[in-house]
């Protein structure tokens, strides 16, 4: 399984982002895709998780600014951010689960097997 992760990019504060992640494998056997991310010097965190009923959580950080979609006819995850803050700048994971339905509701990092590379996000003030 190869993910793939693009639209990160430089955006002012209050400023809006649209990331996406495609899947070379069919997301629909996917018990949870989510997006993640890592700051300089931090542990990477879970930012938002949506499952195989299309229930989506999300981090108290973000919640009511990001909306993660998952589209699985198309094996493509996406992740609006809006409101932007520069303590949301980092490099954004995309990851995915086949394995253990235990990554539902689930934003720890090792619930999830599958990762891509990143795409980095830069929130300036």
């Known amino acids: 399984v190869q993910l793939v992760e693009s639209g990160g990019g430089s955006v002012q504060v209050g400023g809006s982002l649209r990331l996406s992640c495609v899947s070379s494998?069919?997301?629909?056997?996917?018990?949870?895709m989510g997006w993640f991310r890592q700051a300089p010097g931090k542990e990477r965190e879970g930012v938002a998780n949506?499952?195989?009923?299309?229930?989506?959580n999300y981090a108290d950080s973000v919640k009511d600014r990001f909306t993660i979609t998952r589209r699985d006819a198309n094996n493509t995850l996406s992740l609006q951010m809006n409101r932007l803050k520069p303590e949301d700048s980092a490099m954004y994971f995309c990851a995915a689960e086949f394995r253990s339905r235990d990554c539902r509701r689930s934003l720890a990092v090792g619930s999830f097997t599958y990762w891509g590379q990143g795409t980095l996000v830069t929130v300036s003030s």
């Open positions: 494998h069919y997301i629909s056997g996917a018990f949870c």
């Open positions: 949506v499952d195989d009923f299309d229930i989506a």
